[in-house]
């Protein structure tokens, strides 16, 4: 075990950051000034947008989502697919007009793909009416930027190479009540020859158990019922730290935070999933029945390409190991369509392990080609109509699967986190199984954020109906 102990970044940094806070804020009184931050990527950007708002409403800004009324407007980037970048580059070319007629607003752009020196160059260059470029190890830096960009009315480009330090204590502005994400660790270490990742996050960095549990705690005290903690390899988390510490110990100390009533985690790496994980998983009993457990391939070769580190018979021994010691427990999973040199022969033993795991669902991909990676040098390229032909073919198998699984709920009475209004209906409340269905349901406000019983009536491929029994 490395005997590095996880840097913070000193309080007198973060107390420097709240004095631009503080002045920004000052600025702003007796003036209704708001914001915007779309994010694109995983629930990590989505957390780090949480952070962002935090900062910009102790500013006194609100938040709206009509660019064309926002004083700030911060785009959180993605880079681990071509088409997120894509779209981040159709917004900014959009907002070019809106710079125009309104020049005192300031636009950010942020996130991991401003770790690519290629991606900064290229919007210094083409989208020269960004105000602000800055990347992921230096995200609690963003008011000293925007003070600087208000006072100086300059271009600021902030990209630091080296991985940051975990900065603690910065404000935080949650987007859901009921629901919240806290990010245990920072980082990869495992460098997956498809992944941009570790290069764009920097090395793995825990944070500690403590800052971790007073996080959850604060959240349980202001109604908060269900946490996911985060991580882009959760089984890793302390191994960085120089203390003998691990994810299942972190898991039992969040299990007794008063008023959480549900914890969930992302992501598992297969190679790093230990018997104490398992154990903790079925022995705390707030935590879920539900491991997100990334395959990305069924064949073993196509594993070794990917340095995934682990075979297809190791990861089905693990998904029996699991099954035996928590039998209720629902799988989902990562799958990759097309790496390269991707066979038929290879793809079929990616059909037969959902056929053997059957998986609850599966986020399914197309591989898409990162700039860096290893596998983006590979000279063994799949056409595209072939991947999207397999793609089609591994989406019909799961869903049928997903569906012959939800059909199993038919008839029996399953507890619901009733999360609120559902988006597709004013009249139904939709809520979470702990096993990670979707329950669509009749209801009223004063049940959100209980647990209730609803018995099953319909079954869909994605989500469930039924009626609340108590």
């Known amino acids: 075990m490395s005997e590095r102990q996880t ?13 631009f806070i503080n002045s920004i804020k000052e600025l702003n009184l007796g ?24 900062m910009l409403s102790d500013m006194g800004y609100t938040e709206t989502e009509s660019q064309k009324d926002s004083d700030v407007i911060i785009y959180n980037t993605c880079c681990v697919r071509e088409n997120a970048e894509l779209k981040v580059y159709g917004h900014l070319g959009a907002l070019k007009r809106l710079k125009e007629e309104r020049p005192e607003i300031t636009i950010a752009v942020c996130g991991c793909m401003m770790q690519q020196k290629e991606v900064v160059e290229h919007i210094k260059r083409k989208y020269r009416h960004v105000d602000i470029i800055f990347g992921t190890h230096n995200l609690y830096k963003f008011p000293e930027l925007l003070y600087g960009s208000l006072n100086s009315h ?3 480009i902030d990209i630091w190479e080296t991985t940051g330090a975990v900065a603690e204590g910065m404000p935080i502005q949650r987007k859901q009540g009921v629901k919240a994400f806290v990010t245990v660790m920072y980082g990869c ?35 908060c019922k269900e946490v996911t903690l985060l991580g882009q390899n959760v ?38 999933l230990t018997d104490e994980l398992i154990y903790a998983i079925r022995d705390c009993d707030k935590v879920c029945p539900h491991l997100h457990l990334p395959v990305q391939s069924g064949s073993t070769r196509i594993l070794n390409e990917m340095n995934r580190k682990y075979s297809k018979e190791h990861y089905l021994g693990l998904v029996e190991k699991v099954r035996s010691a928590i039998p209720e427990i629902a799988f989902t999973t990562d799958i990759i369509v097309g790496f390269p040199g991707e066979t038929e022969e290879d793809f079929n033993e990616t059909l037969d392990i959902l056929e053997r795991v059957r998986f609850d669902s599966a986020y399914t991909f197309l591989y898409s080609k ?5 596998a983006a040098k590979n000279a063994v390229q ?9 793609f089609e073919r591994l989406v019909e198998v799961q869903n049928r699967i997903s569906r012959e ?10 507890e619901v986190l009733v999360e609120g209004l559902s988006k597709s209906s004013d009249a139904a409340f939709t809520g979470r199984t702990g096993t990670n269905k979707v329950v669509n349901f009749k209801g009223s406000s004063e049940m959100e954020g209980s647990v209730v019983t609803v018995k099953i009536e319909e079954v869909h491929t994605w989500s469930l109906e039924g009626k609340v029994i108590r």
Do not use: W
């Not at 799949?382 to 397999?390: D, F, G, M, S, T």
């Open 7 to 19: 840097v913070c970044v000193p309080q007198e940094e973060i107390l420097k950051q709240k004095e």
């Open 31 to 54: 003036r209704l000034k708001k914001y915007s931050v779309t994010t694109f990527g995983c629930q990590m950007n989505e957390n780090d947008s949480e952070r962002l708002a935090g």
């Open 154 to 156: 300059d271009r600021i």
């Open 189 to 223: 270490n495992n460098y997956c020859s498809y992944c941009i990742v570790p290069y764009v996050r920097g090395r793995e960095r825990s944070r500690s158990i403590s800052d971790i549990v007073n996080e959850v705690s604060m959240l349980g005290q202001h109604g």
């Open 235 to 272: 089984n890793s988390f302390g191994k960085d730290a120089g203390q003998h510490l691990s994810f299942a110990k972190l898991l039992s100390e969040v299990n007794g935070v008063p008023g959480i009533e549900r914890i969930r985690f992302m992501t598992s790496h297969p190679k790093d």
């Open 370 to 374: 990162r700039t860096g990676t290893p």
């Open 382 to 390: 799949i056409p595209e109509e072939v991947k999207k032909l397999r």
């Open 405 to 414: 699984i939800n059909l199993s709920y038919m008839g029996t009475e399953t």
